[in-house]
């Protein structure tokens, strides 16, 4: 929105969750980059295509880089037992890859994430550790698209809302009766006890949206299938949703 | 971002803190309104000349509707004792105006919601009591703007994050390590207790934005005389901050 001293090394540009969200701001930070850099998880990456997308739109190249394997190992199918030591060393091993990329073409590099930098997103992390100057761009997220599809507000009326994640949700209800829920590979709402109601949504601005609300015991199985819907369109998943106590 | 049905007679349009934020979804939605309807809070409300400008650049004709007052009196300060009823009547209150003036001009009416209407905003509540048909879309929030300018996260590695407001915030601060506060007239973080860090800004994305980050303690100072500054400058403030226990 306004320019701050000198030109940065590095940008990092949320673009929200639809080509129709790119912010004019977005797209000029975007068309300033010699390059962008994004991490390919797979030869089969569509997030990749996405953003290769963008760029071609822009005209400015992309350069896939590999990206670091994680550990996701553990007892209980939640991943490591040393959450943050594993996903510390997966930064650390992003950091060098990026580093390295960085330092061989030098000029002005592009980071594009999806939704928005501010929400469980590691890139502002990863080009942190990179000592270089950088700034970041703000896009629109799931949450926001998840509650504009409902037409709720995230919140009731002077509440507040707790952002936070699966592996989490289980211990962040006790105490809290309105949560946004990201990074849930496994429904875990499922597992909730009370009453609770859901505005749910996956794979949000993409052609293989689906959105799923209301009691949450009475529609598990309407998100379920929704869900798997969802994956098979799409060869990939990716959920969000708002649960809240029912009062 | 995609077309659900016959047209709505009434679009929510979150437009971010900035006219370049004002996403291409936005801006068609803008454009397909036959008016957009804006409360007038006082004869020189600077935040009606934003959506006045949104709405040239676009070609809309903007209806400004005087607000109805609302009862903030209160022993503390802080608001009538009945919070909820002082919030509902407003909302009546605003749901009738707006009523009055879609039923006299019929057509597509828009409303302009600075941020996201999915934040703190009373827009989808009040356009809800109406029983027409309306959709929203999504905008760039003070709290991502508030992020992007200080280049964090809004929470740490897999943790959760509060959004609430300086109402709630001294309660919701026990038990909570990371808040988001909106709303805050008074800057209540200064009661506080305990050591916490904090990233803080005011009328993001204006000219009179002021932002300062550091150690509570140490930059409250500083804090108060940018918030006084920025109120000088624009005639009004508001601001938005990230607090976060020192670990």
Known sequence: VAERGAAPAVRIIGFGCHPDHLTPEARAALASCDYVVA???SDDDRLLAVRAALCRQVGVELVAVPD???DRTGPDGHGPRDYDGAVRDWHDARAEAWGAVLAERGGVAGFLVWGDPAFYD???R???RLGLSYDVVPGISAPQLLAARHRVVLHEVGRPVLFTTGRRLLADAVGHDNLVVML???LTCRRLSGEWDIWWGANLGTSSERLVSGPLAAVLPEIES???AAKADAGWVMDTYLVRRAS
Do not use: L, Y
């Open 184 to 186: 849930d590979g496994s």
């Open 39 to 41: 991490a390919a998880k």
């Open 226 to 228: 929704a869900r798997a």
């Open 68 to 70: 670091p394997a994680r």
């Open 122 to 124: 590691s890139t502002i």
């Open 126 to 128: 990863v080009v942190d």
